[in-house]
């Protein structure tokens, strides 16, 4: 990489050529395009190339080596130093930008469309401008994005549905650094510092023993495949349900997608039917896999809910608009992205909420699609 088509500075800004340099390395850092033991350009030479001072280039570099990011070694030049967002946050939200970044991972699921309603409604009451990042459900992502946010000076961070705590390398306690970049999780258990999610385990259990209230005893389960924390909580709630009632669980019944989209949802239905004992019941752990559960289970010629019941969770808008009407458990997720907001406000304020955690409850909302009229 030509760091210097990376780079330009403005005398002709308000910042000084010192600030604009020591951003747009700190930048390169943070999105990985500078690694750490790489060397930066010598000074006389970044002065030269950019056409300032060479003291202004030295004032940037030490400024960096003060907040951790490069080491100055005499006769050894300048180089990167391994990432530590804890040296980057200690001087992050300094001045109020009035700007509050919200990792989600994906704009496309309804869940989260809901959820960022509820966080716009508090966020507009103050002013606050949103900046939403996609991780795509990709944990690097999400990391990664955590630290452009912190690096751009965000007054504090909402982080949906993703774990980002192996950003903070520094042993400095997790609380000293809320101090310097308050943050907020949500959709994610049994995290350290604040955090605002929705009962998942309630949830899975609700949506499984209805369909055993109904007397189904081989009830399908499509999950998401990955280990992620929150999914995991539906699936004990759809485990308890089931031991409950005396029944082994079987994991042939239980099929993990890669996605939460339609597609992914009535694939695996797909092989759920395929089974030489299919279940006679299936709860798909989001709205969007139940919905192309049904379009698998209409294709193969079977009826819902009179040869196979169907259970979801979510409650999205379409779960009232197809046939039949979508049995789900519904999450509160427009309340979850006020509480969420309302906590991160409290924190960059400096204070300190009655709360560290806030759980919120789930619904079952009963329609057609389970047997029930």
């Not at 919200?102 to 989260?112: A, D, G, K, R, T």
């Not at 000293?176 to 308050?182: F, G, H, I, T, V």
Request: proline share 5%; aromatic share 6%.
């Amino acid at each position: 990489m030509d760091i210097f088509n990376q780079i330009k500075v403005d005398p002709h800004l308000d910042a000084t050529l010192a600030s604009q340099l020591k951003e747009q390395l700190t930048w390169l850092i943070v999105n990985g395009k500078l690694r750490a033991g790489d060397q930066l350009p010598a000074a006389h030479t970044m002065a030269d190339r950019l056409g300032i001072n060479l003291h202004t280039v030295r004032s940037a570099y030490l400024k960096m080596e003060t907040e951790g990011l490069v080491e100055i070694g005499r006769g050894r030049g300048t180089h990167v130093l391994p990432f530590d967002l804890s040296n980057l946050s200690q001087t992050a939200g300094k001045l109020p930008s009035n700007m509050v970044g919200v990792i989600v991972p994906s704009w496309s699921n309804p869940f989260y469309h809901t959820f960022l309603q509820g966080v716009e409604e508090i966020a507009e009451g103050d002013q606050t401008l949103l900046i939403v990042c996609n991780t795509h459900d990709d944990p690097v992502a999400a990391r990664r994005d955590f630290a452009r946010l912190a690096a751009k000076g965000t007054d504090g961070i909402l982080v949906a549905s993703h774990d980002i705590h192996e950003v903070f390398q520094s042993e400095v306690p997790l609380d000293e650094q809320m101090e310097r970049l308050p943050f907020v999780t949500v959709d994610w258990p049994n995290l350290q510092g604040y955090s605002v999610r929705i009962d998942l385990e309630s949830a899975g259990y609700q949506a499984t023993r209805h369909l055993l209230e109904h007397s189904h005893r081989r009830i399908g389960l499509i999950t998401f495949a990955e280990e992620a924390a929150n999914v995991q909580e539906i699936n004990k709630g759809y485990q308890r349900a089931l031991e409950e009632q005396g029944l082994r669980l079987d994991p042939s019944y239980i099929i993990g997608v890669a996605g939460f989209g339609m597609d992914s949802g009535s694939e695996d239905a797909k092989r759920l039917l395929e089974m030489k004992d299919p279940p006679t019941a299936i709860f798909t752990i989001a709205d969007m896999l139940a919905l192309g559960a049904m379009k698998t289970i209409k294709k193969a010629g079977l009826k819902i809910p009179d040869d196979i019941a169907l259970a979801s969770f979510n409650n999205i808008p379409a779960a009232e608009l197809v046939d039949p009407q979508l049995t789900t458990v519904a999450a509160p997720t427009i309340q979850m992205g006020r509480e969420a907001m309302k906590m991160l406000q409290i924190l960059i304020e400096g204070k300190t909420p009655a709360r560290r955690e806030i759980i919120l409850p789930t619904t079952l909302v009963v329609r057609e699609s389970c047997g029930c009229h």
